[in-house]
């Protein structure tokens, strides 16, 4: 069974900077995409940024490029993603996502952990 656990939420003010992380078990990942997905109050989920377990391939948002960086440590199996020059607009839950290559839609998620940006 795949567990995702997020951690590294909070409030931080306008222009800084956190780093969540997703830590994942339950088997392995050498043929999973990892992803992050964030929900505003009243709004969508929406798709953050995404990489593969190999690391070789990299998504992100055009909303969050050259601000966030997904990365991963194969090592340890979690998912980081870093997030500078935060906007209060990032503001949301953001969740740990996986799912494999060959599956369109994103199987595993975690709880989510809560992101406060003030401006």
């Known amino acids: 069974q795949v567990q995702l656990g997020e951690s590294g939420g909070g409030l931080v003010q306008a222009g800084g900077s956190l780093r969540l992380s997703c830590a994942a078990s339950g088997r392995t990942f050498s043929s999973y995409y990892m992803g992050w997905f964030r929900q505003a109050p009243g709004k969508e989920r929406e798709f953050v940024a995404s990489i593969s377990w190999s690391g070789s391939s990299t998504y992100s948002a055009d909303s969050v490029k050259g601000r966030f960086t997904i990365s991963r440590d194969k ?9 500078n020059s935060l906007k209060p607009e990032d503001t949301a839950d ?17 709880q989510g952990t809560q992101v406060t940006v003030s401006s």
């Open 75 to 83: 090592a340890k199996n979690t998912v980081y993603l870093q997030m």
């Open 94 to 110: 953001y969740y740990c996502a996986a799912r494999r290559i060959d599956v369109r839609e994103w199987t595993y998620w975690g």
